[in-house]
């Protein structure tokens, strides 16, 4: 059996304990959080989010990308957001390449280099503040109202990058 | 308080119960997902996750954009993922708009047209289709094993898409 198969198997028997019928698709709190893809941060769990609460969009690294300004820009001009959380951690996969290194790999197995940037980065609140700041400064925002976090995930703790 | 002092308070409450310290990135189950930021989306309650699991990406519509495969080419190189699953739902925000309105908006408000498409759809099972052929087409990407699905918000339940 595949891991698809054992979700899907899971989702059938979540079905009972449904919630969120009747929600609207506008989130309670207002919120928009920016996290990375890792496996390890359950964001329901950590936040302490409800079914509602807030959108959650998540790429390696949780880098603000031209996909995570879309995002944004759809989240607040059609589905009312006013606060982005944006949160990186330790441990991070895209700790562990550089850019060069990626480019290469590709052009060597797979023949052409992609059109867009791994977005590999080096030090994690530096890149915090640099994300920050490519919100700050995107003309499709109406909210900027930004603040940026780094996860332990060895010991779970929420530090805010000041 | 805003609604981000409220998620890191409870984040400092999350601590004590954490778990995932001395886990690897390479997710245990080998695979990613990709859905839409929807905020009734509690995926590791629908799919039955444990921390670890699975990456998870997640962007406006759950669109499989140039970002989604950055994203994925990073997870199956250097996380070792090998399925994909992808997720759209019903009362989906991007149902609501279309790409004319949305550009034409964004000219009038901010004088500016975005490089990027809003990527609407108006037709949940085909763009779940057109969004597993962008994977199965896409040439940095190891592994093309996609099934796609459509949750339904109201009642739970979780439907392949063939």
Redesign the interface.
């Known amino acids: 059996m595949?891991?698809?198969d054992?979700?899907?198997q899971?989702?059938?028997?979540?079905?009972?304990?449904?919630r969120?019928?009747?929600?609207s698709?506008r989130?309670?709190?207002?919120?928009?959080v920016v996290a990375c893809?890792?496996?390890?941060?359950?964001l329901?769990?950590?936040?302490?989010?409800e079914?509602?609460?807030?959108?959650?969009?998540?790429?390696?690294g949780g880098v603000v990308?031209?996909?995570?300004?879309?995002?944004l820009?759809?989240?607040q001009?059609?589905?009312g957001t006013e606060?982005i959380?944006l949160i990186h951690h330790t441990?991070?996969?895209?700790l562990?390449?550089t850019e060069d290194e990626?480019r290469a790999?590709?052009e060597a197995e797979?023949?052409?280099r992609?059109?867009?940037?791994?977005?590999t980065f080096t030090d994690l609140d530096a890149d915090v503040r640099q994300s920050m700041e490519r919100i700050r400064t995107s003309?499709?925002l109406r909210c900027r109202?930004v603040?940026g976090?780094v996860?332990d995930?060895?010991?779970?703790?929420?530090r805010?990058v000041r």
Chains 1, 2 share one sequence.
């Open positions: 595949s891991s698809t054992v979700f899907a899971a989702a059938a028997a979540h079905k009972s304990r449904h969120g019928a009747g929600m698709a989130p309670t709190r207002k919120v928009a893809m890792d496996a390890r941060l359950d329901f769990d950590i936040l302490g989010l079914v509602g609460d807030a959108h959650l969009i998540r790429n390696a990308t031209d996909d995570v300004i879309r995002s820009t759809i989240s001009r059609f589905l606060e959380i441990g991070c996969g895209m562990g390449f990626f790999e590709l797979v023949g052409q992609p059109t867009w940037a791994a977005e003309p499709f109202d603040r976090f996860y995930v060895e010991t779970g703790d929420l805010e």
